[in-house]
C-alpha cells in the first residue's frame, strides 16, 4: 500500500477513534505500556543498530546520547504512558453553555484535531509519547521520525501495534512512514484534507522548512536559543547551580540553555566561579570582550551568530549586560520565544523581566530545563509551542483538541 493509501486509511480510522470512550483508550495505552516492557530487548537491539550508524555518521555524542535507550528510558517511556492513562480526557468537555433569547441553546464543546502528523528527528521517546497523547485526545497520527531513529522507532511502533491488535481496535489509528527520504516529507507536508494539523519538532532547519513549505496547518514548536540572565543582586550559589543545570544536565534538548547573561556589576564575581563549575563538565565558552578580559583567552572571542545559535552541545555563549533592560533587549533580539530565566533578588528586576520578555515560558529563579510537559504537570507533551496561535508553551491533552458548538433549537429560523 502507497504512503497516499495509508494516509487516507488513518483519515478514516480518525473518526472510529473520535468517539472511543475514555475507558477505551485508557485500556489501550496500558496495554501499550505493558508491550513496552515486554518488547524492551527487541526495542534495544534496534535502538543498538541505530546507535551503529549514528557513529559510523560522526554524530556528535549529545545528539547520540539523545538517540540512545536503555531499559530504563524504556521504562521511563512506558511509565509516560500510563501517566497519560491517568490524565482526565479531553475530549467531549462542555467549554461553554448558554441559551439565548431566541431560544437557541448552545454548547461549546472540546474535540479532537483529527489527524495529527508529526516530523520529528532523532528522538525515539517522542514516537511512543506523541502516539500516547494523541490516541488519549481522540486523535490519529501519522508519525515520521528522521534516518537516524528509524529502526527505534519501528520497533515502538511494533510494540504499539501489538497493543491496538490484542485490544481488538483499528491499526491505522497510528501510521509510522518508513520511507525517511526529504521527497516523502514532502509529500506528507502537502497533504491538506488529510492531515489536519502537523507539529515538527527539532532543530531549527527542520522546523523552518515545513513552516515554510507546509499547505497542512503547522503548530511550530521545539527550537530553543533559551537565555539564563544573572543579576546584579543574584544569588551566587544559587545562579551557579541554575546555570550548570540549565547548559550541563542534559544539553541536547530544547529546554537547555545557549546563552548566559550577567549584569556588570557582579560579572567579576560570578563568571569565574561559573568558569569553574562548567569546565568541569567540559563546556566551551564563547565570550564577548568584556567577558575575555574577566575569563583570558581560554574564552572564544563570541560571533554574532554564536548569539543566535542553538547548540544542543557543551557550549555556552556568554555576554556581559549593564542591566536587566539590555539584557531584555539583547533577549528579544536573539531569542526564539522559547523558555528565559532570570537570577535576582530584586522583586522590581524580576517582574521587569517577566513582562517584557516574549516567551512560553519566563522564569524567575529557576531553570530553564523545566519546560517540560510532565514538570508542568500535563503528563508528556507532543513539544513546546513557541508561536501564539491555538497553543504555547508545552503542549498536553487540552492542546491536542478543537471544539464545536452544539445548537439545539426548537425550530427558530432566522
Do not use: W
Not at 495509508?6 to 495505552?29: G, I, P, R, Y
Not at 581560554?298 to 543566535?308: G, L, N, T
Not at 531584555?328 to 533580539?333: D, E
Not at 496561535?389 to 426548537?410: D, F, V, W
Amino acid at each position: 500500500m502507497n504512503f497516499l493509501d495509508q494516509c487516507l486509511k488513518v483519515k478514516e480510522a480518525s473518526t472510529e477513534l473520535s468517539v472511543m470512550t475514555e475507558a477505551e483508550k485508557n485500556k489501550l495505552l496500558l496495554t501499550f505500556a505493558d508491550q513496552l516492557v515486554q518488547d524492551a530487548d527487541f526495542i534495544i537491539r534496534a535502538n543498538e543498530s541505530d546507535i551503529e550508524e549514528a557513529i559510523r555518521n560522526k554524530i556528535t555524542p549529545s545528539l547520540v546520547d539523545r538517540l540512545r535507550l536503555d531499559r530504563k528510558r524504556i521504562e521511563d517511556m512506558a511509565q509516560g504512558v500510563r501517566d497519560v492513562a491517568k490524565l482526565a480526557d479531553p475530549v467531549g468537555l462542555t467549554l461553554e453553555e448558554k441559551t439565548m433569547p431566541n431560544g437557541l441553546h448552545i454548547k461549546k464543546v472540546s474535540v479532537p484535531l483529527g489527524v495529527i502528523g508529526i516530523i520529528y528527528e532523532a528522538r525515539p521517546n517522542v514516537t511512543s509519547d506523541s502516539a500516547a497523547l494523541c490516541l488519549k485526545s481522540g486523535n490519529a497520527v501519522v508519525l515520521k521520525g528522521g534516518k537516524e531513529a528509524i529502526l527505534s522507532n519501528t520497533a515502538i511502533v511494533a510494540s504499539l501495534q501489538k497493543a491496538l491488535k490484542s485490544c481488538g481496535m483499528n491499526q491505522n489509528f497510528v501510521y509510522l512512514i518508513e520511507d525517511t527520504s526529504r521527497e516523502t516529507t514532502n509529500q506528507m507536508m502537502k497533504l491538506k484534507g488529510v492531515i489536519d494539523v502537523l507539529i515538527p519538532r527539532g532543530g531549527k532547519s527542520l522546523i523552518q522548512a515545513v513552516v515554510a513549505n507546509s499547505s497542512v496547518p503547522v503548530i511550530e514548536t521545539g527550537a530553543g536559543n533559551c537565555h539564563v540572565y544573572v543579576d546584579e543582586s543574584a544569588d551566587i550559589e544559587m545562579a551557579l547551580n541554575i546555570i550548570d543545570n540549565a547548559k550541563t544536565s542534559r544539553p541536547s534538548v530544547c529546554n537547555a540553555a545557549e546563552t548566559l547573561l550577567v549584569h556588570e556589576k557582579i560579572a567579576p564575581l560570578f563568571l569565574p566561579r561559573a568558569a569553574q563549575r562548567l569546565a568541569e563538565k567540559q563546556v566551551e565558552l564563547r565570550g564577548c570582550e568584556k567577558t575575555r578580559e574577566i575569563l583570558g583567552e581560554s574564552v572564544i572571542p563570541a560571533s554574532e551568530a554564536d548569539y543566535e545559535t542553538e547548540y544542543n552541545d557543551y557550549i555556552l555563549a556568554i555576554k556581559i549586560v549593564k542591566d536587566v533592560k539590555e539584557a531584555t533587549t539583547h533577549i528579544r533580539n536573539y531569542s526564539t520565544q522559547h523558555s528565559e530565566s532570570i537570577v535576582t533578588q530584586n522583586s522590581g528586576n524580576a517582574e521587569y523581566f517577566t513582562s517584557h520578555v516574549d516567551s512560553a515560558a519566563v522564569y524567575v529563579n529557576a531553570s530553564t530545563r523545566f519546560t517540560d510537559g510532565g514538570e508542568f504537570g500535563l503528563g508528556a507533551e507532543i513539544g513546546i509551542s513557541t508561536q501564539k496561535l491555538h497553543a504555547r508553551g508545552p503542549m498536553g491533552l487540552k492542546e491536542l483538541t478543537s471544539y464545536k458548538y452544539i445548537i439545539h433549537g426548537t425550530g427558530q429560523i432566522r
